[in-house]
């Protein structure tokens, strides 16, 4: 009997333990950012956020510069999972692909209840589309072992691909009017990428290289320059043999592996204290039943567990998919609450929609933070009351 290759460490175990962890620090920084805008320094922080440094505010750096490199991991982790992970074949994807589409479709239409019309704010029907998977895998890990790994990767599979899906609204649906010369250029240095990668090229750096490069046509182009780091993630050279594990030396593994930590300890925290902070001057409880916040807190809280638990209990017992091995239908359920957690990117995203209106931006962030932390403490009540059950259909 032959010894089997061992299997570098797996990116999506190593994405698990750094993405929890990492969400713990993003509820931290996102409680700090409420705290300040609240207090008597509100006006430094504010103020710093709008702050100019090289031509940029403090805060476009953060959603423009260092999201980018989020977006990077975005694509690295899309490319990787899909060449040789949970989502490599249909039966590994069916389940969350199903989630994720009924996860994105019945937000968005309660979002539009409250908002259609001449006099509404359309444009933000994608603010409650998205799950924060730092901050769901960080209530999971409070939960310890009452959640079998599989719901982990069910859920870990599903994030990946709604911000595959936010990924293809932003470039559709948020994109300015269009500098031809400058996508031209992207385009371009695209295309010297792909050249690298089919030359067999695995030296990162000039990789990198070009990515800056990239990242600054796609600012100029008037595509949100975040884009750019989707865009050079499946440039990056993953050696995968069909039937061997992939090879730990390829520049993919390298470099979601660096910025993993960084991603989730660093960047994804900061944009949550740069963008989370809102003042509560003013306002009352009637402020929430506006219908931008009322539509987005809505839109996660019951939208996204309609969704994705509804399309999911159809593909089920439609055999089009398993319910994930081990666990049961009340926790499956808890895990279609946390998926309503959606945070960074539903910010990100409101951002986008509302670019020049600080009081649509600051409704935005109310119905994000309620609908969130409301899926959260009910989804995380739920997994902890939940009774664990063997003997059930497995994925």
């Known amino acids: 009997m032959h010894a089997l290759t061992p299997r570098p460490r797996s990116a999506l175990r190593a994405f698990l333990n750094n993405e929890a962890s990492g969400g ?10 409420l705290v300040v805008a609240n207090s008597p320094g509100s006006g430094a922080y504010f103020e710093g956020l709008h702050s100019d440094v090289l031509g940029l505010s403090v805060l476009h750096w953060v959603n423009d510069a260092l999201m980018a490199v989020f977006f990077l991991l975005v694509g690295l982790e899309i490319k990787r999972e899909m060449l040789d992970g949970q989502l490599s074949t249909w039966p590994r994807r069916a ?19 409250f908002n259609a019309g001449p006099d509404g704010h359309s444009r933000g029907w994608a603010i ?25 990767v069910f859920l870990t599979a599903l994030a990946i691909l709604d911000d595959l899906g936010a990924v293809l609204i932003i470039a559709v649906f948020y994109t300015g009017d269009l500098n031809l010369y400058a996508l031209g250029g992207a385009a371009f240095v695209l295309v010297l990428l792909q050249g690298l990668n089919r030359a067999g090229s695995t030296d990162l750096k000039p990789y990198l290289l070009l990515g800056m ?47 993993q930590p960084w991603v989730a300890f660093l960047i994804v925290p900061v944009f949550g204290f740069a963008n989370a902070g809102v003042s509560f001057a003013g306002m009352s409880l009637a402020s929430l039943l506006d219908p931008v916040p009322l539509g987005v807190a809505l839109g996660l809280f019951v939208g996204k567990q309609v969704g994705v638990f509804a399309f999911s209990w159809a593909a089920i017992r439609m055999d ?59 989804g995380a009540g739920l997994l902890r009351l939940a009774k664990p059950e063997r003997g059930l259909k497995h994925a």
């Open 24 to 33: 713990l620090v993003l509820m931290g920084a996102a409680a700090l950012a």
């Open 95 to 113: 389940l969350p692909s199903i989630a994720a589409l009924g996860g994105m479709i019945v937000p968005a239409l309660i979002y539009l209840a």
């Open 128 to 152: 409650p589309a998205a799950t924060d998977i730092a901050f769901a895998l960080g209530v999971l890990s409070l939960l310890g072992p009452r959640v079998p790994i599989s719901l982990k």
């Open 213 to 259: 490069v990239l990242w600054v046509l796609v600012l100029l182009s008037g595509i949100h320059a975040t884009l750019a780091g989707v865009a050079l993630a499946p440039t990056i050279p993953l050696r995968v043999s069909p039937g061997k594990p992939e090879d730990a030396t390829s520049p993919l593994h390298h470099l979601e592996h660096a910025l």
């Open 320 to 378: 089009w998919a398993d319910l994930p091995a081990n666990a049961t239908w009340t926790q499956f359920y808890g895990v279609a609450l946390l998926c309503g957690i959606g945070f960074t990117m539903s910010l990100f995203i409101g951002l986008l929609a509302f670019p020049n209106s600080p009081e649509l931006q600051d409704a935005t962030k109310l119905g994000v933070l309620l609908g969130s932390v409301l899926s959260g403490v009910v």
